[in-house]
């Protein structure tokens, strides 16, 4: 949307089937949908994106191309001709590892050094540290530029009115923003909630988002002895219940800005979007320390993993998530529980990180973060030395 300002911008996506993004300049799909699991049907598709994009390529005659996800850096590399810019969303290292996962992390040698690939953008300076590591890279040829926010525009959505559940935010509402999936924890903060809930009747526990694991992480409410509420069911709404899975929003800041806390259960991170935003709504933030992201935002000075709980400059810290076969650590859940129920107890901790908090969010506003991005186009980048 920024860039289109000053620049003629086509936007190419591999398929139109969701579109709940706002975008300006022209939308090119390729009509390649690109959805399960499947390596051959995966391989398939990113053999017929890089054909269809080539031509493409060749018909348009682009000045830059700047490519997002691994799978997109992929197929523009086997496209051939072009000069690209890389952007590095997710910390593949820190991912569940499975056959697929490492044979990306393999690709991504191939990738990292393509003569097309002109610079690698990383929304994280632990992301650009962990690429510089394990593919050798010469540090001058990965830039770290954060992503940009409207923090305007997030001000003005979070204080619509929540026409439905608005009772619900008389309690104390602990509040995640994130998809359904196994990176963001959800079965770990659950763990948390239940054991949280014994002595503090009167907090709510809200969950946007939609994902692969919606289903199961409802069940585990369920199993929990959790009182839960699905927006996926016909359950009727009433304030009795103490999970609440309200799906996917296209206003998350409205709830986010109503909620006593927001919290980040993550065990990996590319930066952590959500956490900036409900800083810019005036909630305070509390996050896992995991790679990558959180601590970039939350405590800027910190340069080492926490080994307990951090109250930083801009909000709070948790260690990594410890893990043993499913299940959260009883000192992890133990040291959380007692955390979140100080901080709900402390009205001086929830107003310290409010005012601190916003004052955060304004160092990602949209005009900084753009000034950078201009000038890696304007400097025409062309190929340093990868290591």
Not at 223 to 229: N, V
Request: net charge positive; with cysteine; proline share 3%.
């Amino acid at each position: 949307q920024e860039l289109n300002k000053d620049y003629d911008v086509t936007l190419i996506v591999f398929d139109t089937f969701i579109v709940d993004y706002p975008y300006h300049g022209e939308m090119i799909d390729l009509k390649v949908p690109f959805y399960g699991r499947n390596i051959l049907k995966r391989f398939y598709a990113i053999i017929l994106i890089a054909f269809k994009l080539r031509k493409i390529k060749k018909r348009e005659n682009f000045d830059l191309i700047i490519v997002h996800g691994e799978l997109a850096n992929l197929s523009a590399v086997l496209s051939g001709r072009g000069k690209h810019i890389v952007v590095i969303h997710e910390n593949r290292f820190a991912a569940v590892k499975d056959f697929q996962s490492t044979l990306f992390t393999t690709l991504g040698k191939t990738i990292y050094n393509a003569r097309n690939t002109a610079k690698l953008i990383t929304v994280s300076q632990g992301i650009k540290d962990r690429f510089v590591e394990k593919y050798h890279l010469n540090s001058d040829y990965i830039k770290t530029i954060y992503n940009p926010y409207d923090i305007e525009q997030i001000k003005t959505l979070s204080q619509k009115k929540v026409d439905d559940f608005n009772d619900l935010f008389n309690y104390d509402v602990l509040i995640s923003a994130a998809r359904l999936s196994e990176q963001k924890g959800h079965r770990y903060l659950l763990q948390i909630f239940q054991n949280l809930l014994k002595n503090n009747a009167k907090v709510k526990l809200v969950l946007l988002g939609d994902g692969e694991l919606k289903d199961e992480l409802i069940t585990l409410s369920k199993e929990l002895g959790l009182k839960t509420y699905s927006v996926f069911s016909d359950d009727e709404y009433h304030d009795i219940y103490d999970v609440y899975f309200i799906g996917f929003q296209k206003n998350p800041f409205k709830y986010i800005a109503k909620s006593k806390l927001f919290i980040m259960s993550s065990l990996w991170e590319g930066f952590g979007n959500t956490i900036v935003e409900s800083m810019a709504c005036g909630t305070p933030v509390i996050s896992t320390d995991c790679e990558s992201g959180p601590r970039e935002i939350i405590a800027p000075d910190l340069k080492n993993s926490i080994s307990e709980i951090t109250y930083a400059k801009y909000g709070i810290l948790a260690p990594a998530f410890k893990i043993k076969s499913g299940e959260l650590s009883k000192i992890d859940i133990k040291v959380w529980v007692d955390t979140l129920d100080n901080i709900l107890k402390n009205n001086k901790i929830l107003e310290n990180y409010t005012e601190s908090g916003v004052q955060r969010a304004k160092d990602f506003d949209m005009s900084s973060i753009m000034k950078r991005w201009q000038d890696i186009i304007k400097g025409n980048p062309k190929n340093p030395s990868r290591s």
